[in-house]
């Protein structure tokens, strides 16, 4: 299993920045998929997923109406826009398998994650 995010950068606040994850070594398109983020001196954060199918998306209420997550199949890609970011929304930004409640158990396929900083 390989799982490659990229796209993180500084951003002021009320921005926007886009996400990629790009994955390889498993079904992509028969899996739940989400983003996990990790702050300085905290732990991980599940933030949001979709469904295998996108048909279905759940967001943690720190990030609705604020990001989008879609992903692209035929690609085996995730993204995951944000419009809008905070200065809480720093943190490193992790792709995962899984959903809110079973993403803790792929935590050994993540990649490096992507670095995204919100500052003025």
């Known amino acids: 299993v390989q799982v490659v995010e990229s796209g993180g950068d500084w951003v002021q606040p009320g921005g926007s920045l886009r996400l990629s994850c790009s994955t390889s070594g498993f079904a992509f398109n028969e899996n739940e998929m989400g983003w996990v983020r990790q702050a300085p001196g905290k732990g991980p954060e599940w933030i949001v997923s979709?469904?295998?199918?996108?048909?279905?998306?759940n967001y943690a209420d720190s990030v609705k109406g604020r990001f989008t997550i879609s992903r692209d199949n035929a690609k085996d890609s995730l993204y995951l826009q944000m419009d809008g970011p905070e200065p809480t929304d720093t943190a490193q930004y992790y792709c995962?398998?899984?959903?809110?409640?079973?993403?803790?158990?792929?935590?050994?396929?993540w990649g490096q994650g992507t670095q995204v900083t919100v500052s003025s």
């Open positions: 995962t398998r899984g959903g809110p409640r079973s993403w803790y158990k792929y935590t050994a396929e």
């Open positions: 979709i469904w295998s199918d996108a048909s279905r998306t």
